[in-house]
């Protein structure tokens, strides 16, 4: 069983909707989570935090569940712009970031 | 002020090849980590280097090693190239150890083994 597991899409969606990723770890003892977003063999940049008690920061919201170990990703409104790979990050080791594969976001007009 | 910076951008090898790949940490980093990201993957962490030190590593055979030099900056060479071994390296830095969120990413080496 992989560490972090994603589903790896496509998600294929029009402007404006909404739409979230999951994400699921297995080490119980992980410490830290984050999102990522990587654009087309680029590399990968910090989009957020997440906080067992949620956090937000514009269109994107972050939730974490200890208890049943998953991370989600909400996007509102979504725009072509949001077009990338988000990837779900954990650390449980200090310094070593564990990503998952990815999931694959394309916006469509 | 340079962010992290990593060169060649791309480069093609043979199989049994060695290869430098080398990155230069952002201003008023010391730490350098690599990352190995295979197509359709995420990146895979395979060593950490500060103070001149291996300080953690990743589940790499021994044909994947480093260096960090005082200037913090830092290589990863690559021994006996497989065709597996294709993939983007990407370096990325921070300031000491624990500074997770911090880290920062360079735009990576494309390496192509044939």
């Known amino acids: 069983r992989k560490e972090v597991e994603q589903d790896p899409g496509p998600f294929n969606v029009p402007e404006g909707a909404t739409v979230a990723f999951n994400c699921t770890y297995s080490?119980?003892?992980?410490?830290?989570f984050f999102w990522y977003r990587q654009d087309c063999r680029k590399e990968p940049k910090l989009l957020m935090s997440?906080?067992?008690s949620g956090n937000e920061d514009g269109r994107f919201t972050a939730q974490l569940n200890r208890a049943s170990q998953y991370i989600s990703l909400l996007i509102r409104d979504s725009k072509l712009s949001d077009s990338a790979t988000y990837l779900c990050?954990?650390?449980?080791?200090?310094?070593?970031?564990?990503f998952g594969t990815g999931t694959r976001l394309q916006v469509f007009p | 002020d340079a962010g992290v910076t990593q060169s060649p951008t791309h480069l093609i090898k043979t199989r049994g090849q060695q290869v430098t790949l080398r990155c230069s940490p952002k201003?008023?980093?010391?730490?350098v980590s690599w990352y190995q990201q295979a197509l359709g993957q995420g990146p895979q962490f395979i060593f950490q280097?500060?103070?001149?030190?291996?300080?953690q590593r990743g589940n790499f055979p021994d044909r994947f090693s480093g260096h960090q030099f005082p200037n913090y900056s830092s290589e990863l060479n690559v021994n006996a190239l497989l065709l597996g071994d294709s993939a983007l390296y990407l370096c990325?830095?921070?300031?000491?150890?624990?500074?997770?969120?911090?880290?920062?990413f360079g735009s990576g080496t494309q390496l192509s083994v044939l």
């Open positions: 990325a830095s921070s300031q000491g150890t624990g500074s997770n969120e911090k880290l920062f």
């Open positions: 080490n119980s003892a992980s410490q830290s």
């Open positions: 997440v906080y067992s």
């Open positions: 990050v954990v650390i449980y080791n200090t310094d070593k970031l564990i």
């Open positions: 201003s008023g980093h010391d730490t």
């Open positions: 280097y500060y103070e001149e030190e291996e300080r």
